[in-house]
């Protein structure tokens, strides 16, 4: 059976939310809940647990599968996010801001892309998007951009976000 362009997306931002939600854990075990922007982490951390939950119930009502690879995305992004936090406040903030700019990126290509063909993954990518887009506009006014080697740091994470995507569609 050939899979939908819709099963794709779905699978991907499942697992793309998932990821995020691994990384905001990585960083609270790290940061601790006194350390500078903990309240901000916590808090976007809750956002994409309700992403998560919301896109898993979509994959469970319409029979998607999963992406294979989301025990290497529980500990890749895990390792991200206490990475991140162990550089410091401004790292984990720069690892927020790289992250919600290339999902905002390919949230934009898929509502682009999904135009008025499913209008309930539609509307979920769009409000999805616009909560990624306050994520990154926190992370920068958070001094995301006050990380050592933040271009570096900023990109790497953007490429290996890319990657993920690529790698989650089809697996």
């Not at 075990?29 to 916590?42: L, N, Q, Y």
């Not at 539609?122 to 992370?139: L, P, Q």
Request: aromatic share 6%; glycine share 8%.
């Amino acid at each position: 059976m050939t899979e939908t362009r819709s099963e794709r997306m779905l699978r991907v931002d499942q697992a793309g939310e998932y990821g995020a939600t691994r990384i905001y854990a990585g960083q609270i075990a790290v940061m601790g809940s006194r350390a500078p922007h903990a309240t901000e982490v916590a808090g976007m951390a809750r956002q994409e647990e309700d992403h998560r939950a919301r896109f898993d119930a979509m994959i469970a009502e319409r029979g998607v599968r999963p992406t294979l690879l989301q025990p290497v995305w529980s500990v890749a992004g895990y390792a991200l996010g206490a990475a991140t936090a162990l550089i410091g406040p401004e790292a984990a903030m720069a690892c927020t801001a790289a992250i919600e700019t290339e999902i905002d990126r390919h949230y934009s290509q898929q509502l682009e892309e999904l135009g008025e063909d499913d209008p309930e993954l539609g509307e979920t990518i769009r409000e999805f998007r616009d909560d990624e887009r306050e994520h990154r506009d926190a992370a920068l006014a958070a001094g995301a951009e006050k990380a050592p080697a933040y271009p570096l740091l900023f990109n790497a994470i953007r490429l290996g976000c890319r990657a993920a995507i690529k790698l989650s569609e089809r697996l």
